[in-house]
């Protein structure tokens, strides 16, 4: 099975920080990577699909990148109801395995 | 709207068996495959099993292979899932989700059900 390691673990940035996250898979993913934003206590949110693609109503501060086994989700200016824990999720084929997620602080 | 709602989650003992159930509405059920998901309490969350829209086809995560089993009722707009041989690891919320597209992505999330798993 393709592995999918997530990082960092945890990120505390300051608001209007530019913020980057990783994503790296043992496979070529054929860029089918999503990003999901959980929010404390809160249902998991579809941000990003196909690698770069924002979902609906998600606001345009969030963009993701990448191909192949390497994906980015950049927060261009981090603001404060940006606190959760984004995690991303190959899909490319089953088992569409989670990365251990992304705790996002405020600073 | 799409609505989904897990019901059937509990306290059960290790060793034990429950059924959850997934109640879909605001969207052609029988046309989308279906997962369930489940996020372990402080925990990531972890893919658990995939179902497609007819049935044809079933995937699992390999903690559950062998134990857990998918199915859905298209007539009933409801999905499944029969969680035998349960272990403490298995505690969890367990969410429903829609795949949408192919290969699928999960743009809607149910609000889960809690399963515990203890003596």
């Known amino acids: 099975d393709i592995q999918v390691t997530q990082s960092p673990s945890s990120l505390s940035a300051s608001v209007g920080d530019r913020v980057t996250i990783t994503c790296r898979a043992s496979?070529?993913?054929?860029?089918?990577l999503a990003w999901y934003q959980q929010k404390p206590g809160k249902v998991p949110k579809l941000l990003i699909y196909a690698t770069s693609t924002l979902q609906s109503g998600v606001p345009s501060r969030f963009s993701g990148s990448g191909s192949g086994t390497d994906f980015t989700l950049t927060i261009s200016s981090l603001q404060p109801e940006d606190v959760a824990t984004y995690y991303c999720q190959k899909y490319n084929s089953a088992p569409y395995t989670f990365g251990q997620g992304t705790r996002l602080e405020i600073k | 709207e799409v609505q989904l709602v897990e019901s059937g989650g509990g306290l059960v003992q290790p060793g034990g068996s429950l059924r959850l159930s997934c109640a879909a509405s605001?969207?052609?059920?029988?046309?989308?495959?279906m997962n369930w998901v489940r996020q372990a309490p402080g925990k990531g969350l972890e893919w658990v099993s995939f179902i497609m829209s007819s049935s044809s086809a079933m995937f699992y995560a390999d903690s559950v292979k062998g134990r857990f089993t998918i199915s859905r009722d298209n007539a009933k707009n409801s999905l499944y899932l029969q969680m035998n041989s349960l272990r403490a690891e298995d505690t969890a919320v367990y969410y429903c989700a829609p795949g949408v597209g192919w290969p699928p992505r999960l743009e809607h999330w149910g609000q889960g059900t809690l399963v515990t798993v203890s003596s």
């Open positions: 496979q070529d993913l054929s860029n089918y």
């Open positions: 605001g969207f052609i059920f029988s046309t989308y495959s």
